[in-house]
C-alpha cells in the first residue's frame, strides 16, 4: 500500500521567515495530495491540495508544489505568523474507484516564534 | 452549519467496558470514516463507509465495530476496551467517490481505558 513520511517530525522558525515541510510517497499511482493543518483540541482542517496534473498551487501565503518524477510535495508558508503553529499533516491518495482513501503522514509540528 | 459533530468530547473507560462512539454530519456526504490519533503515529483508519448501510474495514479495524444504519450518522463500538485503544478518535466525512475529495473532519474524541 501507499507509505507517506514527512520529515523533520518538529520545525521551528521565526516570525516573519519561511517555513518548508517536505513529504515523500511512494506509490507512483498516488493523484491527490491535500494538506492538513490541525489546532490545538480540534480536528485537521484542509488548507490546500494538489492534484497530480498541477505543478504548484498558491493560496495567499501558502503554495505546495508536486515532483512526481521524484514522487514528493512540499508545503511552503511564507511571512509565518504565530497562528501558523499547529501540526500539519500531508496525504496521498489512490484513485481506486469507490474505494478512495487518504493515507496520512504522522505529522510535523510547526512552532513560529515571536 | 455544524459540519461533523462527535460525541461524546471526552470519555475514561474501565478495561473490558464498552461503549459507542457517535459522529453525525450534516453535508449530505456519502463516505464517512473513523480514524484514531496516537502521539507519532498520524492518522489511522480503523473504518469505513462508501454509502447508509455500508461499512468495510481500515488499516487498524481490530477490536472495532461500526454501524451506517442513517446516512448522517456513522457510530462506531468498543466491544471490549483495552489500555491500547486509549486514543483520540476522529470522525471525517466526504462528499463523494472520487478520488479529489477532500475530507471534513470532527474536533474528537479523547479516549481514555484505564
Known amino acids: 500500500g501507499e507509505n507517506v513520511e514527512q520529515h523533520p517530525s518538529t520545525l521551528s522558525v521565526q516570525e516573519g521567515d519561511s517555513a518548508v515541510i517536505k513529504c515523500t510517497y511512494s506509490?507512483?499511482?498516488?493523484?491527490?495530495f491535500p494538506w492538513y493543518k490541525q489546532e490545538l483540541g480540534k480536528g485537521p482542517q484542509l488548507i490546500i491540495d494538489i492534484r497530480s496534473n498541477v505543478g504548484e498551487k498558491k493560496d495567499q501565503r501558502i503554495a505546495v508544489t508536486l515532483n512526481k518524477t521524484a514522487k514528493h510535495f512540499s508545503l511552503h508558508i511564507t511571512e509565518t505568523q504565530p497562528e501558523d503553529s499547529a501540526v500539519y499533516f500531508c496525504a496521498a491518495s489512490i484513485s481506486s474507484g469507490a474505494n478512495s482513501k487518504l493515507t496520512f503522514g504522522k505529522g510535523i509540528t510547526l512552532s513560529v516564534r515571536p | 452549519n455544524a459540519g461533523v459533530t462527535q460525541t461524546p468530547k471526552f470519555r475514561v473507560l474501565k478495561t473490558g467496558q464498552s461503549m459507542t462512539l457517535l459522529c453525525a454530519q450534516d453535508m449530505n456526504h456519502e463516505y464517512m470514516y473513523w480514524y484514531r490519533q496516537d502521539p507519532g503515529m498520524g492518522l489511522r483508519l480503523i473504518h469505513y463507509?462508501?454509502?447508509?448501510?455500508?461499512?468495510a474495514k481500515g488499516e487498524v479495524p481490530d477490536g472495532y465495530n461500526v454501524s451506517r444504519l442513517k446516512k448522517q450518522n456513522f457510530l462506531l463500538g468498543l466491544e471490549s476496551a483495552a489500555p491500547s485503544q486509549t486514543s483520540v478518535y476522529f470522525c471525517a466525512s466526504s462528499r463523494t467517490t472520487g478520488p479529489w475529495e477532500s475530507q471534513h473532519f470532527g474536533d474528537g474524541t479523547r479516549l481514555s481505558i484505564l
Open positions: 506509490d507512483s499511482a498516488s493523484n491527490y
Open positions: 463507509s462508501v454509502g447508509e448501510g455500508t461499512t
